[in-house]
T-cell receptor
Framework: DSGVTQTPKHLITATGQRVTLRCSPRSGDLSVYWYQQSLDQGLQFLIQYYNGEERAKGNILERFSAQQFPDLHSELNLSSLELGDSALYFC???????????????FGEGSRLTVL | KNQVEQSPQSLIILEGKNCTLQCNYTVSPFSNLRWYKQDTGRGPVSLTIMTFSENTKSNGRYTATLDADTKQSSLHITASQLSDSASYICVVSDRRDNDMRFGAGTRLTVKP
């Protein structure tokens, strides 16, 4: 158990819909990262938050947005969903922020999104 | 072009055999390199971390090597077990801002 909690574990929805994925980082970790992993593909970095502020952005679509709340949990919002958005979405947390000696990333078990 | 290239893409070996996975990177300046193991449908878990000055690091049956001059790393798995079947991901951090670059992974299948 990594200590990172993601909900829901599975989600099935239709094209055009909007979903929210939730992540609770390990206790004490200030950084939260979101990754997308499509079938048989590598992990694609979407976005990072540190202590409530956006710190780094990867290949995140404009239809996607995220935020980190004062209690450090994070949500990834996916809107106007398309078939190609079907993927595993991982959240990871670490102690460090960008620009510091980065610690280990601890990954959650992922949220599997299926868009029909 | 991805700054972290892994080979082979996939590998099938028999239980009990050894194997070596490769990671070549162009990330510069280099901070550290991690190998993660990702079981199917699960989150990745860190196996080893190597910094610039380290050449070899072991974690049980897993041994990682690093040649910072040639920008190459390998992960050697000894006496493979069925539970080693997973994807192995190489992640290299940039020393300027610690951006992490992920390789696409090597999918290892260990057969009985």
């Amino acid at each position: 158990d990594s200590g990172v909690t993601q909900t829901p574990k599975h989600l099935i929805t239709a094209t055009g819909q909007r979903v929210t994925l939730r992540c609770s980082p390990r206790s004490g970790d200030l950084s939260v990262y979101w990754y997308q992993q499509s079938l048989d593909q590598g992990l694609q970095f979407l976005i990072q938050y540190y202590n409530g502020e956006e710190r780094a952005k990867g290949n995140i679509l404009e239809r996607f947005s995220a935020q980190q709340f004062p209690d450090l949990h994070s949500e990834l919002n996916l809107s106007s969903l398309e078939l190609g958005d079907s993927a595993l979405y991982f959240c990871a947390s670490s102690v460090a922020a960008r620009g510091q000696n980065t610690g280990e990333l601890f990954f959650g078990e992922g949220s599997r999104l299926t868009v029909l | 072009k991805n700054q972290v290239e892994q080979s082979p893409q996939s590998l099938i070996i028999l239980e009990g055999k050894n194997c070596t996975l490769q990671c070549n990177y162009t990330v510069s300046p280099f901070s550290n390199l991690r190998w993660y193991k990702q079981d199917t449908g699960r989150g990745p878990v860190s196996l080893t971390i190597m910094t610039f000055s380290e050449n070899t690091k072991s974690n049980g049956r897993y041994t990682a090597t690093l040649d910072a001059d040639t920008k190459q790393s390998s992960l050697h798995i000894t006496a493979s077990q069925l539970s080693d079947s997973a994807s192995y991901i190489c992640v290299v951090s940039d020393r300027r801002d610690n951006d992490m670059r992920f390789g696409a992974g090597t999918r290892l299948t260990v057969k009985p």
